[in-house]
């Protein structure tokens, strides 16, 4: 048999992204700091080219009877080529908004929340928040405590969706709840050392299995 990769003109392919962002800062004084951010980006795909995945043959045989276990396997399968031509582009909105206020004067909060959006071809889309919540007190001058919980999201890449022998258009975006606990110590005033122990559970983990398309696992 003739594997799908070999004797076949390789496709041309290309990606490009681009992108776009407004970012602005309220400052309240003793209430603390909004941030705002708004994102935009396009996520581009071009390919084009012959790919050898077309079965042209299969296995067949025959076997005799009477308990003699006699017969044959067949053939394997063979593959001929055929030509393709894809250009697609995907859209990723993003806007939110994080406040920061250090209600004591050793202790800091911030609690961030944004909406996010993949639009595909065809008007499909994929909307999902995210957000992170944390806290940080200064136990002495030079060694802060912190301590942070998120929910944050990854939306499949143009090529996970689209690319010619392992794209796959159905996939779901990524989504992982985790917790991060650590410490940071101020060497001098140009040097810290941090330490954390952190961890995340992901949800519908975009993997690609030996020669088969991405797929979304459940976690």
């Given amino acids: 048999s003739v594997p799908a990769n070999l004797n076949t003109p390789k496709p041309s392919s290309s990606t ?6 407004a970012l602005g800062r309220l400052d309240f004084q003793r209430f603390g700091w909004l941030r705002m951010a708004i994102n935009q980006r396009r996520e581009s795909f071009d390919s ?4 050898r995945d077309v ?9 005799g009877g009477g308990g003699r276990g006699g017969g044959s396997t067949g053939r394997p399968p063979t593959f001929d080529v055929r030509a393709f031509d894809v250009d697609e582009h995907v859209d990723v909105y993003s806007t939110g908004a994080e406040w920061e206020v250090h209600p004591l004067t050793r202790l800091g909060t911030v609690l961030g929340v944004a909406a996010n959006v ?27 405590l912190h301590a942070s919980a998120s929910r944050k999201i990854r939306f499949p890449s143009i090529d ?41 559970h992901a949800h519908d983990f975009i993997e690609r299995l030996s020669g088969l398309p991405f797929e979304n696992q459940d976690s």
């Fill in 16 to 21: 490009t992204v681009t992108g776009s962002s």
């Fill in 48 to 51: 084009n080219g012959v790919i």
């Fill in 55 to 63: 079965p042209v043959g299969g296995s067949g045989g025959s076997g």
């Fill in 118 to 144: 993949q639009q595909r071809p065809g008007g499909d889309s994929e909307t999902a928040p995210t957000w992170l919540a944390g806290l940080s007190y200064d136990a002495t001058d030079d060694v802060r």
């Fill in 160 to 200: 996970q969706l689209f690319n010619t022998s392992s794209g796959n258009s159905e996939l779901r975006a990524e989504r992982a709840n985790g917790v991060d606990v650590g410490v940071d110590y101020r060497l001098d005033a140009a040097s810290t050392v941090a330490v954390s122990v952190f961890s995340t």
